[in-house]
């Protein structure tokens, strides 16, 4: 018996349907699809992976694994230190406090990261003191805290990504060396005498030159090797009174020296540089000297007790205490291990950093973008950058965590945190950038 032509149209209305269903779930991805992409990849399945995907616009939870455990931040802590700026400051960073006293000039640290550090070319608090007029004192004592964080590696000491948090930084703390005419330079000087100390070891041969300080001291080694005319270098040095009068006395013909004095309720301010300027120079290089400084500007701009837990403590309860999970969070880098938060927590403070900010354009300026700028600069590479997000990174740890743009022009919050995995970093981060890029071209 043939079917009839009703049966007939019947069976093929249904194989339409059925055909534009299918185009549909090629063109769209969804939740159970994201959570099978996680799953079934055969690089994140040998560790811990946490991940949280939020649709901004209907401010909703798309698709999560492991949202609510606690990892390892590593530098996604910067976002934490990120917020509290945007609470705590205005448009600058205060550069310094001073009161003046007749023909003197006082003043107090605030811990600002740009006094003298080479990326910022304007110094407003060197001009300023430099053409005040006045005998200038320094009134130390400030900072409460240590010259390293909580949980910090000491055998990182040498390491350009690991210089001393102090009171009143000066070079960004850290020597850098390089290679000019034919001779090493660097800034500030590295002499054979002197506040720092730069000596040849006499036994040993080093394959390549790099020169190693002294875990206690301003004492640099170089090995006999000869350098290389490419080779640069930078080395924190050790913060101590004595070397930030030195500097002081150099630079300032004002200066007569330091003075313990209790900061009054009302001084002046000098502000140092834009607040976004800052931002922006901690966020998308992932500065870990800014990072812990800011946390002292903050601490100075709101009267608070100068030291990172007091600015912290200040935020988690005044500012933090509607996040799904109590964040354990220790210092403004991200270098400690004692930090521990979950990927659903760190999708919130994102939510939280884009209405404080409440420009996307301004928001998306200071992050990392994907194939332009920052550290994710060689990943997601595309002709508009379509991810915006703070990376962190330690041995076994790598997380990434943002914002995230869809063709169709939806706007996502992301968590992807990795912990304790043994293989390449590197293939780490181009599953997220597969699995990332898969949401962008289909969610």
Same mark, same amino acid.
């Given at each position: 018996?043939?079917?009839s032509?009703?049966?007939i149209?019947?069976?093929?209305?249904?194989l339409?349907?059925?055909?534009?269903?299918?185009?549909?779930?090629a063109q769209?991805?969804?939740?159970?699809?994201?959570?099978?992409?996680?799953?079934?990849?055969?690089?994140l399945?040998?560790?811990?992976?946490g991940f949280?995907?939020?649709?901004?616009?209907?401010?909703?939870?798309?698709? #999560?694994?492991?949202?609510?455990?606690?990892f390892?931040?590593?530098?996604?802590?910067?976002?934490?230190?990120?917020?509290a700026?945007?609470k705590?400051?205005k448009?600058?960073?205060?550069?310094? $406090?001073?009161?003046?006293k =007749?023909?003197s000039? +006082? %003043?107090?640290?605030?811990?600002?990261?740009?006094?003298?550090?080479?990326?910022?070319?304007?110094?407003?608090?060197?001009? %300023?003191l430099?053409?005040? &007029?006045?005998?200038?004192?320094?009134?130390? &004592?400030?900072? #409460?805290?240590?010259?390293y964080?909580?949980?910090?590696? @000491?055998?990182? /000491?040498n390491e350009? @990504?690991q210089? #001393?948090?102090?009171e009143?930084?000066?070079?960004? *703390?850290?020597?850098?060396?390089n290679?000019?005419?034919?001779?090493?330079?660097?800034?500030?000087?590295?002499p054979? &005498?002197?506040?720092?100390?730069?000596?040849?070891?006499?036994a =040993?041969?080093?394959?390549?030159y790099?020169?190693?300080?002294?875990?206690a001291?301003?004492t640099?080694?170089?090995?006999?090797?000869a350098?290389?005319?490419?080779?640069? $270098?930078e080395?924190?040095?050790?913060?101590?009174?004595h +070397?930030?009068?030195?500097?002081?006395?150099?630079?300032?013909?004002g @200066?007569?020296?330091?003075?313990?004095m209790?900061?009054?309720?009302?001084?002046?301010? +000098? @502000?140092?540089a834009?607040?976004?300027?800052? %931002?922006?120079?901690?966020?998308?290089?992932?500065?870990?000297?800014?990072?812990? $400084?800011?946390?002292?500007? /903050?601490a100075a701009?709101n009267d608070?007790?100068?030291?990172?837990q007091a600015?912290?403590?200040?935020?988690?309860? *005044?500012?933090l205490?509607d996040?799904?999970?109590k964040?354990?969070?220790?210092?403004?880098?991200g270098?400690?291990?004692?930090?521990?938060?979950?990927?659903?927590?760190?999708?919130?403070?994102?939510?939280? +950093?884009?209405?404080e900010?409440?420009?996307?354009?301004?928001?998306f300026?200071?992050?990392? $973008?994907? =194939?332009?700028a920052?550290?994710?600069r060689? /990943?997601?590479?595309?002709?508009?950058?379509?991810v915006?997000?703070?990376?962190?990174t330690l041995?076994?740890v790598?997380?990434?965590?943002?914002?995230?743009?869809?063709?169709?022009g939806?706007?996502?919050?992301?968590? %992807?945190?990795? *912990?304790n995995?043994v293989?390449?970093?590197?293939e780490?981060?181009?599953?997220? #950038?597969?699995?990332l890029?898969?949401?962008?071209e289909k969610?």
């Amino acid at each position: 018996m043939k079917p009839s032509v009703k049966l007939i149209k019947f069976f093929s209305l249904l194989l339409l349907l059925a055909t534009l269903s299918n185009l549909a779930d090629a063109q769209n991805i969804r939740p159970a699809k994201i959570r099978k992409l996680l799953k079934n990849s055969p690089v994140l399945n040998d560790h811990f992976t946490g991940f949280a995907l939020y649709d901004l616009d209907k401010r909703k939870p798309v698709a #999560e694994q492991l949202s609510r455990k606690y990892f390892t931040p590593a530098s996604n802590t910067k976002l934490f230190t990120f917020y509290a700026g945007l609470k705590l400051l205005k448009d600058s960073i205060p550069g310094l $406090q001073y009161i003046t006293k =007749g023909d003197s000039l +006082i %003043f107090w640290a605030t811990g600002d990261p740009v006094f003298l550090h080479p990326d910022f070319k304007e110094q407003k608090v060197l001009s %300023f003191l430099q053409q005040s &007029g006045k005998k200038i004192y320094w009134a130390k &004592g400030r900072y #409460e805290g240590d010259f390293y964080g909580t949980g910090w590696a @000491y055998d990182d /000491y040498n390491e350009y @990504y690991q210089p #001393e948090i102090s009171e009143l930084p000066v070079y960004g *703390n850290i020597i850098r060396i390089n290679v000019k005419e034919g001779k090493l330079a660097s800034t500030p000087a590295l002499p054979t &005498g002197g506040i720092f100390h730069l000596v040849t070891d006499s036994a =040993g041969s080093e394959k390549k030159y790099s020169i190693r300080r002294d875990i206690a001291t301003n004492t640099f080694h170089q090995p006999q090797s000869a350098f290389t005319s490419n080779y640069n $270098q930078e080395i924190p040095f050790k913060t101590d009174e004595h +070397i930030i009068d030195t500097i002081l006395h150099t630079l300032l013909p004002g @200066y007569k020296g330091i003075v313990r004095m209790e900061k009054p309720s009302l001084t002046k301010k +000098i @502000y140092s540089a834009a607040s976004d300027t800052v %931002f922006r120079h901690m966020l998308q290089p992932s500065d870990n000297f800014m990072a812990e $400084q800011l946390l002292l500007t /903050y601490a100075a701009e709101n009267d608070l007790p100068m030291n990172t837990q007091a600015v912290i403590g200040h935020m988690l309860k *005044n500012h933090l205490s509607d996040l799904p999970d109590k964040p354990q969070w220790v210092d403004g880098s991200g270098l400690s291990r004692q930090d521990l938060f979950t990927p659903a927590t760190m999708v919130k403070l994102c939510e939280k +950093i884009y209405d404080e900010v409440n420009n996307e354009a301004r928001l998306f300026g200071l992050l990392p $973008q994907g =194939g332009k700028a920052g550290t994710i600069r060689n /990943y997601f590479k595309s002709d508009k950058p379509f991810v915006f997000a703070k990376t962190g990174t330690l041995s076994n740890v790598v997380n990434l965590s943002g914002y995230l743009k869809t063709r169709k022009g939806k706007t996502l919050i992301f968590s %992807f945190m990795n *912990n304790n995995y043994v293989r390449p970093t590197a293939e780490i981060r181009k599953e997220m #950038e597969r699995i990332l890029t898969v949401i962008h071209e289909k969610y």
